[in-house]
């Protein structure tokens, strides 16, 4: 591989640090006053989008499409990554899930018309969108357990079922769903039983019933939600490419996904082992400054060493993914999956350790992010399915 960035990510890295450093970190303080004063969407996001979109930073994502800004997905990590450093930033550039990986698949598998109508106010940030897949009721981390049903009746299907963790669902501002579901229960083969289907906010049926708070705090950095659908009825032409396909499309979307919840991890890593360097100087405990203990630069070194292998296994698979492809990744998206928020839990755990009591409060925003970092020990699919599936490829190198 080779590490250098090419000039234009170079550029972008600098533009996007500015910003940053101009408009993102001095707000951190007025995000978290409006979201403790309860409005889950914090105006100052809206307020930072159109400068970011005049200086060029929107919609940075999307590889491989006329929609984006032309990057590979390993000229997009560093930029990802410094987005990271502050969970709510992605979204004031566009660069947020869950419209991201929803933005994909209108841009990879939705017609012409389906894209007029959903991805052109996605990519301008005037609506917001929702992934509805995991169900209360099953083992989601199973996708084929999902039981929602899809039923033909007509020029329409209708829907049934229980959707929970829909990224988005709550925002008022959320004006599609995507939602998988059963239109072939009975197909031997499983992974043709489900489709992916398009789903208007406003169409009757729809319940959202409740926002899911992550360890108890709420925008972690999405609101999530827990939602019923009770005979929604929507056109036929609102399926995405076609019945059964919707493991397909899963796979085509999630590989992008991963990367990017991976790529921002690191930045948060690395945010953390910031606080936990600059508070441990400022301490002193026992006659010397709390950095001077041993375990203390034990924890920083193994942190540097723990931010920075992850950074590599990530660029290694954006890199796959760039030249071979998302399929023959699988096993590098896998292993980041569990590398990288398992690294990001550790280092943040240890930065809230070395700020004593204040770590577990709000006052330096340890403990959301690691609320985050475990959260997405599962959001994508659990570290025992990524696990399984890296045996599994290993395993079959020496059949």
Known sequence: MDFAYPEKTQTLIAQLNAFMDEHIYPNEARYEEELAAGNYWPEVIEELKPKARAAGLWNLFLPESEHGAGLTNLEYAPLCEIMGRVMWAPEVFNCSAPDTGNMEVLARYGT????????????????????????????????????SAIVRDGDDYVINGRKWFSSGSPDERCK???????????NPNRHKQQSMILVPRDTPGITVVRPLPVFGFSGTPDVTGEVRFENVRVPASNMLLGDGRGFEIAQGRLGP????????????????????????QERVAFGKPVAEQTVTLERIAESRILIDQTRLLVLNAAHMMDTVGNKVARKEIAMIKVAAPNMAARVIDWAIQAHGGGGVTNDFGLAKAYANARMLRLADGPDEVHRNQIGRLELARYR
């Not at 301008?124 to 996708?143: K, L, W, Y």
């Not at 599609?176 to 009975?186: A, L, S, W």
């Not at 996904?257 to 441990?280: D, P, Q, S, V, W």
């Open 176 to 186: 599609i769903f995507i939602f998988m579901g059963k239109t072939d229960p009975d």
């Open 112 to 147: 012409p018309e389906q894209q007029k109508q959903w991805l052109q106010p996605l990519l301008d940030g005037e609506i917001r969108s929702c992934f509805a897949m995991t169900e209360p009721d099953v083992a989601s981390s199973d996708a084929t357990n999902i039981q």
């Open 257 to 280: 996904g991963r990367i990017h919840h991976c790529m921002r991890l690191i930045g948060l890593a690395e945010r953390a082992l910031e606080k936990m360097c600059k508070r441990t």
